[in-house]
């Protein structure tokens, strides 16, 4: 296709859509598992795998003894609406055919490790895990196991794996209790039920003296590095010397976020913040490590009225007294440049528009939904001090900024000039207007909106910018709490 023959558009709406629905994560996990069960009806296993994929989670929880696996893992499940599973109701929920042909080995505690994926694979099969997902609690105990689950086609989504020195997990262990009547789990310390009932019937759980538990961690440190080797790839370490509630908020916040894809993804990118925020220097910065293109309103204007064109001339009047441009002007000329071939293929890093909920809603009506939104936060007092401290050079058209960015010589220090409406009753008046509007656009984008301080060098609200694009949006539990 040459562009150059004539104006190329391209319904955004391709990439939108594919984005959407994930249908190049979809692609993959159809590829993955022909790749893995070899199928000899391809077409019909597809066609039985997608009527049960719902990218449901899939969690390994890991930990030693006493790091309160059980119960985050419990949490969990509450919280995210998976089927928590473990080695005991996997044996207790076993059909009767596989309760025959296993006994013997479930009698002597001899479950081999085809045996364990057997067992979990017709478990996670089940209509309940397939639909709402599971977190397989304290298994795989080996590497062994672990390559088991692998070479069968088991792939946990995230892994998280608790960590604790030994010292503070035997001096934990030694308060554990547990209720005989229901199993719940209870701490002499951290968590002792207000009920006197309940109390006087907690017992010691077994295999806790300090002998059994320094066993049973010696066994866990000799197995645990090759169990993660196994799940690199997905695993997430966390210290659970720290309140339970902060380490539970930790694992919920890795387990929100998809696994990172490989999917081809156009980024379209929103820069909202009040004047002064930096918004241009970080729209430039990502355009130029990225290879998107800067989409500037004002400039966008500025050229439109320098080319004459049929909306230049429209704008002009507006511009000269330094009127709102109308949005029945400012739509058209965005729209045209946003569905130009560059921005559809390379993507877009947007600012200056959109100012209200309003216009979010007219650049999403015309297939331009934004998939980041950066909401640049930055104290007033911090705009005024950038703003009325910064130059422009009439000569080069090089910005520049007393503190930040000082010009390099006396020369050109005498020859800046600032801009007329820099002035500190003019600047608060946007600040405010911008505030006004900014909190309906931070409720329309809640699902992909990030708050980024922008009170910062440069190169640190960047990289908080740019850990947003490449890590995916974090999934919302709020239905299952």
């Known amino acids: 296709m040459d562009q150059t023959t004539k104006p190329l558009l391209i319904p955004p709406q391709f990439a939108q859509y594919a984005e959407k629905h994930e249908i190049f994560e979809l692609y993959q996990r159809m590829l993955s598992q022909l790749i893995i069960h070899k199928p000899e009806e391809p077409l019909q296993f597809l066609i039985d795998f997608l009527k049960k994929d719902v990218n449901s989670p899939a969690i390994l929880v890991l930990g030693p003894p006493a790091s309160g696996k059980k119960t985050l893992s419990q949490l969990l499940s509450k919280k995210t609406g998976a089927v928590l599973l473990n080695q005991n109701s996997l044996v207790e929920s076993l059909p009767n ?28 099969e089940d209509y309940d895990c397939v639909r709402k997902g599971w977190i397989l609690e304290s298994f795989p105990e080996s590497r062994v196991q672990s390559l088991a689950l692998l070479s069968n086609g088991i792939f946990p989504k995230h892994t998280v794996v608790l960590t604790g020195e030994d010292s503070m997990l035997i001096e934990r262990a030694a ?30 759980p077994e295999k806790y003296s300090e002998e059994d538990l320094f066993q049973r961690l010696m ?38 976020r998809p696994a990172r894809s490989q999917a081809p993804i156009t980024p379209r990118i929103l820069l909202i913040g009040p004047y002064g925020s930096g918004r241009r220097t970080q729209a430039s910065a990502l355009a130029k490590k990225y290879d998107i293109v800067n989409v500037s309103t004002s400039s966008l204007i500025k050229e ?9 001339l429209a704008i002009k009047p ?3 007294r330094r009127s709102a441009i109308p949005d029945s002007l400012i739509v058209p000329l965005l729209i045209e440049r946003l569905g130009k071939l560059d921005c559809i293929s390379r993507g877009w890093v947007l600012h200056g528009f959109p100012r209200n909920r309003d216009q979010a809603e007219v650049l999403e009506r015309n297939g331009f939904a934004p998939n980041r939104v950066f909401f640049m936060d930055i104290p007033p007092d911090s705009i005024m001090e950038r703003v009325t401290l910064r130059y422009l050079d009439p000569i080069t058209g090089e910005r520049y900024h007393m503190l930040f960015n000082p010009p390099p010589t006396q020369e050109i220090r005498d020859r800046l000039t600032q801009k007329a409406n820099d002035n500190e009753a003019n600047i608060r008046t946007r600040i405010n207007v911008f505030y006004n509007n900014v909190r309906h656009m931070i409720d329309y984008y809640e699902n992909i909106g990030i708050h980024v ?5 440069p190169n640190t609200v960047f990289e908080s910018i740019e850990s947003g694009i490449v890590n995916p949006i974090p999934k919302s539990y709020e239905e299952n709490s």
């Open 304 to 312: 439109a009225i320098a080319n004459e064109t049929v909306l230049g």
């Open 219 to 256: 066994h866990y440190n000799r197995h645990i590095e090759g169990i993660i080797d196994c799940f690199k790839a997905t695993t997430k370490k966390i210290n659970v010397d720290q309140p339970k509630g902060d380490v539970f908020n930790q694992i919920l916040d890795y387990v929100s």
């Open 318 to 320: 507006h511009f000269q």
């Open 97 to 124: 055919n596989m309760k025959n042909e296993l006994g013997e080995k479930i009698k002597n505690m001899n479950l081999q490790p085809n045996d364990w994926v057997k067992i979990i694979k017709h478990r996670i």
């Open 453 to 457: 301080n922008a009170d910062q060098d």
């Open 175 to 204: 308060g554990k209790r547990i209720d005989p009547k229901n199993g719940e789990i209870y701490h002499t310390t951290f968590d002792w039920p207000n009920e006197s009932s309940i109390q006087n019937r907690l017992v010691i």
